[in-house]
């Protein structure tokens, strides 16, 4: 059974399981501080393809395969895939998913894609609908860096302000069998926009918009930051983090004692030169299947609340002078003692 709880959550009552989940990334992640917890570093950016396009779906297909090889099920076993990327047309999850033979549902949240996915997954397995169903997102930055700003090869400078888009992918199977995670409820956000134009500052884009679901997911489950013992937002970066601090401190809540970053922790900034930190699909992703959910498990963290942010935008906004909205998903995540 799902309950509808408050405005915009769900509460499940009988609550679906994190069963497998597996990360793959690049070799910049791996140098970096979770690159010993991460499941499979790459060296080779384009991953044996002719194109970054094509090497981010090969990431994303490798995440897929090990993550259903740890939950010890086979391909056959999963009933919906709910994939996404940051490119036009889901590009990378069509290359990546498309030898796999699942049901796809392909999705775009930004750099929240993987939120949504987790969601969707979720839904469909307290609804009734799957016994198991995948979720995944990916990210690339070459890929990344081509379609929405410069390519590679133009080395042009990047703002302090800028975020790294991480390369690598993060899958997550969703079950109705017992595992280790428990999705106790999610929390659907809502696009904000407060004007931002500058795509090389989207901490600042997407912080209005974590800000609103973590408000909105405390009015309506009836908690506070203390009952969680970390809230993680998907790549807010340093910019984003002090933006969101504020405005959750406006409206009544101080999360600076449990917050932490998914894309301040898989860099190390200084001495990566990654200024503000790192952003992309595969960001929140990579860091909650390598980081956050190994500490669900060995009972370091018992309740978590997982929030990945995306920046709304396309090269035709972009080109338009239009604004750069956000968007945010929160899962509310227990760890099974």
Same mark, same amino acid.
């Given at each position: 059974m799902?309950?509808i709880?408050?405005?915009?959550?769900?509460?499940?009552?009988?609550?679906?399981?994190?069963?497998?989940?597996?990360?793959?990334? $690049?070799?910049?992640?791996?140098?970096? &501080?979770?690159?010993?917890?991460?499941?499979?570093?790459?060296?080779?950016?384009?991953?044996?393809?002719?194109s970054?396009?094509?090497a981010?779906?090969?990431?994303?297909?490798?995440?897929?395969?090990?993550?259903?090889?740890?939950?010890?099920?086979?391909?056959?076993d999963?009933?919906?895939?709910?994939?996404?990327?940051?490119? @036009?047309?889901?590009t990378?999850?069509?290359?990546?998913?498309?030898?796999?033979g699942? &049901?796809?549902?392909g999705?775009?949240?930004?750099?929240?894609?993987?939120? @949504?996915?987790?969601?969707?997954?979720?839904?469909?397995v307290?609804?009734?609908?799957?016994?198991?169903?995948?979720?995944?997102?990916?990210?690339?930055?070459?890929?990344?860096?081509?379609?929405?700003?410069?390519?590679?090869?133009?080395?042009?400078?990047?703002?302090?302000s800028?975020?790294?888009?991480?390369?690598?992918?993060?899958?997550?199977?969703?079950?109705?069998?017992?595992?280790?995670?428990?999705?106790?409820?999610?929390?659907?956000?809502?696009?904000?926009?407060?004007g931002?134009?500058? &795509?090389?500052?989207?901490?600042?884009?997407?912080?209005?918009?974590?800000?609103?679901?973590?408000?909105?997911?405390?009015?309506?489950?009836?908690?506070?930051?203390?009952?969680?013992d970390?809230?993680y937002? $998907?790549?807010?970066?340093?910019v $984003?983090?002090?933006?969101?601090?504020?405005?959750?401190? @406006?409206?009544?809540?101080?999360?600076?004692?449990?917050?932490?970053?998914?894309?301040? @922790?898989?860099?190390e900034?200084?001495?990566?030169?990654?200024h503000?930190?790192?952003?992309?699909?595969?960001?929140?992703?990579?860091?909650l299947?390598?980081?956050?959910?190994?500490?669900?498990?060995?009972?370091?963290?018992?309740?978590?609340?997982?929030?990945?942010?995306?920046?709304?935008?396309?090269?035709?906004?972009?080109?338009?002078?239009?604004?750069?909205?956000?968007?945010?998903?929160?899962?509310?995540?227990?760890?099974?003692?």
């Amino acid at each position: 059974m799902t309950s509808i709880c408050g405005m915009q959550s769900l509460k499940f009552e009988n609550a679906p399981y994190l069963k497998g989940w597996a990360s793959v990334a $690049g070799k910049k992640e791996g140098e970096g &501080p979770l690159g010993n917890l991460i499941d499979q570093i790459i060296e080779d950016p384009y991953f044996g393809q002719e194109s970054w396009e094509l090497a981010e779906g090969r990431f994303m297909k490798q995440a897929a395969m090990l993550a259903i090889s740890k939950a010890d099920l086979h391909k056959k076993d999963i009933r919906y895939a709910f994939a996404g990327d940051l490119l @036009e047309q889901n590009t990378a999850t069509f290359s990546g998913m498309k030898e796999l033979g699942i &049901p796809l549902f392909g999705l775009f949240g930004a750099c929240s894609t993987v939120g @949504e996915a987790m969601s969707l997954a979720a839904m469909s397995v307290a609804g009734g609908f799957a016994k198991h169903s995948l979720a995944i997102a990916s990210s690339h930055i070459g890929s990344a860096e081509k379609q929405f700003r410069f390519p590679l090869e133009y080395g042009n400078q990047r703002p302090l302000s800028a975020t790294w888009t991480v390369t690598g992918s993060g899958g997550f199977i969703v079950s109705k069998e017992i595992g280790p995670v428990k999705i106790q409820g999610i929390t659907t956000g809502k696009i904000v926009d407060y004007g931002m134009e500058d &795509p090389m500052n989207m901490g600042a884009c997407m912080a209005p918009a974590a800000a609103e679901v973590i408000y909105q997911h405390f009015v309506d489950f009836g908690s506070k930051p203390e009952d969680y013992d970390a809230v993680y937002t $998907g790549d807010l970066g340093e910019v $984003g983090k002090k933006i969101l601090l504020h405005l959750l401190r @406006e409206n009544g809540y101080d999360l600076s004692k449990v917050h932490g970053d998914c894309g301040i @922790e898989i860099y190390e900034n200084e001495t990566q030169d990654t200024h503000s930190g790192g952003s992309g699909c595969a960001c929140s992703a990579v860091v909650l299947a390598s980081m956050i959910i190994p500490k669900l498990i060995d009972g370091t963290w018992k309740k978590v609340l997982f929030v990945p942010t995306g920046a709304l935008m396309s090269k035709t906004s972009f080109n338009e002078g239009e604004n750069v909205a956000g968007i945010a998903h929160a899962i509310f995540l227990e760890g099974v003692r």
